[in-house]
């Protein structure tokens, strides 16, 4: 590696120089970056730029499947830091080629971390789509991604002078600064590397002899019957990426998540069954009497409507008890909008794109989105639409750049701000007897486009946080994004698409006794082939046809309702009609939200009993002092999610007192200490290569001779490997390794 012309002084991060203006790298801050102004390294090289989007796109495929399953994702941007250092220190070795510096390094976890930003924006909002009664298309998921992405990115860079620079002291960023230490730590010669890479195989492996060769059991499930209830039972399954993403969210939000567990499936579920199979009719909303129902009826029919009125509540509280930082944070940011160009001569580490650049750019964005938006609704409505992007967009990814800030990207509730923005714009919607199903597509476009923003917004402050401590130029930190963001998007359309299909189960079983008139067998104009008939698709709603289950379904020429289509996503049949469980489904907790919300208001079919049940548990919640949004998701997500995440909590609470390292320490040195230790590393390969695993084995679905082939479960079974235990035996060397690693000192990660 070129020496810089100034060696850099080895130093945490966070160390703070006297203040001084100018010389050796400093600012008025008193901040002196670890390469100095003047040092001139290779930074923005197409290596480093190529490494960011391929890292970028793969931890995208990995975050999308987390949020599909649980709701949640954590930041990438450590992650992909580690495994440039790794990857480039390995080509260099087996190669010959010139080591990779730091700046570099920075640019490829710039790049990387877009992919993780707009997947969770994506998997929030657009399965919504089949919610109400549309089918998703890679053409407008994409188009979405990069339009909510790029603004994201535009929207944040005229604030970077406000939030990184001049209130360096009063936001820590403490993933972002976590990060940079990694980089410097890597610059000096340590490297965690093997860390991630480690908990990656052994995750993968256990992930693939589960859901690939069906060798292992993956739920493991205790029965409360016989002492409590037909229903209740403690379930978890054994996924190494939830006990990962536990163990980095920490103590206090995994046990909040798993109290939402208990009180869902073993409060509010039993008490359901205890009342309900008395009576001997119908409880609306559910279509058949409750003692004739299960778990899972249960859990579709009544809990999910109590827990999307939890999620709503909790959004709207957080969004009302960060009022005044929201205008504090808008105040600071309008005032600071003019002096984050670039204009005039600057140091190389003040370096913004031009405010022309970030202006133009913002417009055309806005103005394609309207030209877009205009195909499906009138001129008007699509300047509406685009007019609330902008303001949503830029109060939310001014906020989302503030939290970060202050608490973290993986911690950063972007899904309140989506359910606040979506909940506004129904409201205007309702307003204006805007009710159409275009109509309720326009506002769920509404609301992903800013949800993406405000969260690659958050995730784009995190980088340049970094970059400002590394000494990085921040106008190619910029563009790295923006490179990392445009390929992440074109490609998670597909990777969601892939996702659904996969899952996706075509079923003869429970279908509506419905004849369709000929005037609405005649209103189908979708056509689908399935087993060699042809149908005409139907896709009813429940304010239409109140006793069918809203759903997709191929219609015969008798009229009558042939197939159910069940997505993966958002779905509700577990099996296929020959008995085989279908592993790749997910229950998208946050998305059924968006869906329940537009469709509720809109429609004016919302169940408000258990929506506002659901909302006083957040009130509740909030009364004990204690934020409810984690509980929330908590009581949407089946348990059997949230067990292996309060098990990686509770790891990390007692590696953190047996290490003396306080996880949830406010003290910026603790927080990066605790971001950057060997067991947050090894949770990090658990999750990346227990979802990537699962992405992995998804392609089986599309070769049914390969997946039988490979299923082991016909040999082994009824030998000790097809025993509960022996699954459990392994996940449990997954836990002991992660507390062995993780209660290894501070100061191993660095060797």
């Not at 359309?493 to 609405?520: C, E, H, I, K, W």
Request: hydrophobic residues 45%; charged residues 15%.
């Amino acid at each position: 590696m070129p020496a810089p012309e100034q060696p850099p002084i080895k130093r945490r991060p966070d160390d703070r120089p006297p203040a001084r203006a100018g010389g050796n790298g400093g600012d008025a801050t008193g901040v002196k970056p670890y390469i100095p102004d003047e040092a001139k390294l290779p930074e923005f090289t197409w290596t480093a730029v190529i490494l960011g989007a391929v890292l970028g796109i793969v931890f995208g495929a990995s975050s999308l499947y987390l949020v599909l399953k649980v709701g949640m994702t954590v930041s990438a941007s450590i992650p992909v830091a580690v495994m440039s250092i790794t990857l480039f220190r390995g080509f260099s070795k087996a190669f010959g080629l010139r080591p990779a510096t730091i700046l570099e390094n920075n640019i490829v976890q710039t790049a990387g971390s877009a992919g993780e930003s707009i997947a969770f924006g994506v998997g929030v909002t657009m399965p919504a789509l089949m919610l109400l009664g549309f089918d998703m298309t890679i053409q407008r998921v994409m188009v979405v991604s990069i339009l909510g992405g790029l603004l994201g990115i535009l929207m944040m860079i005229p604030l970077r002078r406000a939030f990184i620079v001049r209130m360096h002291r009063e936001l820590r960023y403490p993933e972002g600064t976590a990060c940079a230490e990694v980089l410097i730590s890597g610059d000096q010669g340590g490297s965690s590397g093997r860390l991630v890479f480690l908990g990656f195989f052994l995750a993968a492996i256990q992930k693939v002899f589960t859901d690939g060769f069906n060798m292992l059991q993956e739920t493991l499930s205790v029965s409360l019957s016989d002492r409590f209830n037909r229903l209740a039972s403690l379930t978890s399954d054994m996924a190494p990426e939830l006990l990962g993403v536990g163990y980095i969210i920490g103590m206090k939000t995994s046990s909040l998540m798993m109290a939402g567990a208990v009180i869902g499936n073993l409060v509010i579920v039993p008490a359901i069954s205890i009342f309900g199979d008395t009576v001997p009719g119908l409880i609306s909303p559910g279509m058949k009497p409750i003692s004739q129902m299960d778990l899972s009826e249960i859990q579709a029919n009544y809990l999910r409507y109590i827990g999307a009125g939890c999620v709503t509540a909790a959004g709207i509280i957080s969004m009302f008890r960060t009022m005044p930082m929201i205008i504090r944070s808008a105040t600071t940011g309008l005032r600071g909008f003019g002096s984050g160009s670039g204009g005039g001569r600057r140091k190389r580490t003040e370096r913004d794109m031009s405010l022309t650049t970030v202006m133009v750019g913002s417009l055309v964005l806005l103005v394609i989105l309207a030209g877009i938006l205009m195909t499906e609704v009138p001129i008007w409505a699509a300047a509406l639409g685009a007019a609330l992007v902008l303001g949503f967009g830029f109060l939310f990814v001014t906020v989302s750049s503030r939290l970060t800030g202050e608490i973290g990207s993986s911690s950063n509730p972007i899904s309140g701000m989506t359910v606040a923005t979506l909940s506004l714009t129904c409201l205007i919607f309702l307003a204006l007897k805007m009710t159409s199903p275009t109509d309720r597509v326009l506002a769920l476009s509404i609301a992903a486009v800013v949800c993406i923003a405000a969260s690659n917004g958050g995730t784009t402050s995190q980088d340049l946080k970094t970059g400002f401590l590394v000494g990085a130029t921040p106008y190619w930190q910029q563009w790295a994004i923006i490179v990392g963001a445009l390929t992440s998007a074109v490609v998670i359309g597909g990777t969601l698409l892939l996702f659904n299909t996969a899952g996706t189960v075509y079923s003869r079983r429970d279908l509506p006794q419905v004849v369709l008139s000929p005037q609405q067998y005649d209103a189908l104009t979708q056509h689908a082939t399935y087993d060699g008939h042809d149908y005409r698709v139907w896709q009813p709603t429940r304010s239409v046809y109140p006793n069918v289950t809203p759903g997709k379904y191929y219609v015969d020429e008798y009229h009558r309702p042939a197939v159910l289509v069940d997505p993966a996503i958002t779905g509700r049949l577990k099996t296929r009609d020959n008995g085989e469980e279908v592993k790749m489904k997910f229950d998208a907790p946050k998305t059924q939200v968006m869906g329940i919300i537009i469709n509720g208001v809109l429609e004016r079919t919302l169940n408000w009993g258990l929506v506002l049940v659901g909302a006083m548990l957040a009130v509740g919640i909030e009364l004990c002092g204690t934020s409810s949004l984690a509980f929330a998701v908590g009581v949407y997500i089946p348990m059997q999610y949230t067990s292996p995440i309060f098990m990686g909590g509770l790891i990390a609470w007692l590696v953190g007192v047996w290490s003396g390292r306080g996880k949830n320490s406010d003290d910026a040195t603790a927080i990066a200490d605790a971001e950057t230790s060997p067991g947050t590393l090894l949770a990090s390969g658990y999750i990346a290569g227990g979802t990537l695993a699962a992405v992995a084995v998804t392609f089986l679905e599309f070769s049914q001779t390969l997946k039988e082939k490979l299923d082991f479960h016909k040999q082994v079974a009824g030998t000790f490997i097809d025993r509960e235990w022996f699954a459990l035996i392994i996940f449990g060397i997954l836990i002991a390794v992660l507390i062995f690693i993780g209660s290894r000192s501070t100061e191993n990660k660095r060797r």
